[in-house]
């Protein structure tokens, strides 16, 4: 067994990996898995923070702008936790167009 002291003593240096949050929050397949967990986790809530996330990463002011979303709607059903289905097809709709853009 090594000891201590030589397993520290290696010739390469660690490295930082760095993160970017919103590779991963614009990431689809990622937010689709994401929201699917909720789901069936019966976390209606939780799908909501993954759509504020998303949106988020995506600067909802603007997104609400480009897409005709008042920002009213957009910031209550945010907020509520509890929008319409319709409410969130339409900014899961207006999301996709911006992120193929």
Do not use: Q
């Not at 759509?51 to 609400?64: M, V």
């Amino acid at each position: 067994m090594l000891s201590t002291k030589k397993r520290l003593k290696t010739k390469r240096k660690p490295s930082a990996h760095l993160h970017n949050p919103d590779e991963v929050l614009l990431d689809e397949d990622l937010t689709a898995l994401a929201v699917w967990e909720c789901l069936k986790d019966n976390d209606p809530e939780g799908v909501m923070e993954i759509i504020e996330g998303h949106l988020f990463a995506l600067n909802k002011n603007e997104f609400a702008e480009n897409h005709n979303i008042p920002k009213s709607t957009l910031f209550h059903s945010l907020r509520s936790k509890n929008p319409t289905l319709k409410t969130v097809a339409k900014i899961v709709h207006a999301s996709y167009e911006e992120t193929s853009r």
